[in-house]
Antibody
């Protein structure tokens, strides 16, 4: 059974940093692109970042470029999101999601999410 | 960036009725469109991919259609567990975007 479990969320002040983790199990982690998707309270879904199987390609939504870094450790079956210079508008539930392997178009499995609150 | 616009924002129906949800893209996405279901406090779940293919374990009452810029998600006969928020999604130039969602509520 595919499982994705996020951790690392919490309350942080504006301008602060936070590192999210996602522990994957039930599939060959190193064979899949992975993503982070976020959802502000009461709002819709927003894709944040993607990373290739070996970490050699990464893509970001414009609003986080230069502030967030996606990374992975295939030996630990783990995905990460380093978030710096956090802003109030980054407040959201952050989901770890697996990208379907064939066309890389969709997210076929999701974790339950971890809440990040940016507030003074 | 391709913008996805969903309509209606809210749809009020009764169990057993047919639901029709729409998603319009600002430019053609061919057939590369997905639909997700999200219930309160839960993660989204992939329902439909490539516009019309049901994901693993999705009941046959869910169907998708369309290509280019206009897409439809149809639920043939609503079950109580189908009342949720539905999102469409596409990828273009390594940027993924979602529609703003349609809330399907019990009438």
């Amino acid at each position: 059974e595919v499982q994705l479990v996020e951790s690392g969320g919490g309350l942080v002040q504006p301008g602060g940093s936070l590192r999210l983790s996602c522990a994957a199990s039930g599939f060959t982690f190193s064979s899949y692109w992975m993503s982070w998707v976020r959802q502000a309270p009461g709002k819709g879904l927003e894709w944040v970042a993607n990373i290739k199987q070996d970490g050699s390609e990464k893509y970001y939504v414009d609003s986080v470029k230069g502030r967030f870094t996606i990374s992975r450790d295939n030996a630990k079956n783990s995905l990460y999101l380093q978030m710096n210079s956090l802003r109030a508008e980054d407040t959201a539930v952050y989901y770890c999601a697996r990208v379907e392997w064939l066309q890389l178009m969709y997210f076929d499995y999701w974790g339950q999410g971890t809440l990040v609150t940016v507030s003074s | 960036e391709i913008v996805l616009t969903q309509s209606p924002a809210t749809l009020s129906l009764s169990p057993g009725e047919r639901a029709t949800l729409s998603c319009r893209a600002s430019q053609s996405v061919s057939s590369y469109l997905a639909w997700y279901q999200q219930k309160p406090g839960q993660a989204p779940r992939l329902l439909i991919y490539d516009a019309s293919n049901r994901a693993t374990g999705i009941p046959a009452r869910f169907s998708g259609s369309g290509s280019g810029t206009d897409f439809t998600l149809t639920i043939s006969s609503l079950e109580p567990e189908d009342f949720a928020v539905y999102y469409c999604q596409q990828r273009s130039n390594w940027q993924y975007t979602f529609g703003q969602g349609t809330k399907l509520e019990i009438k």
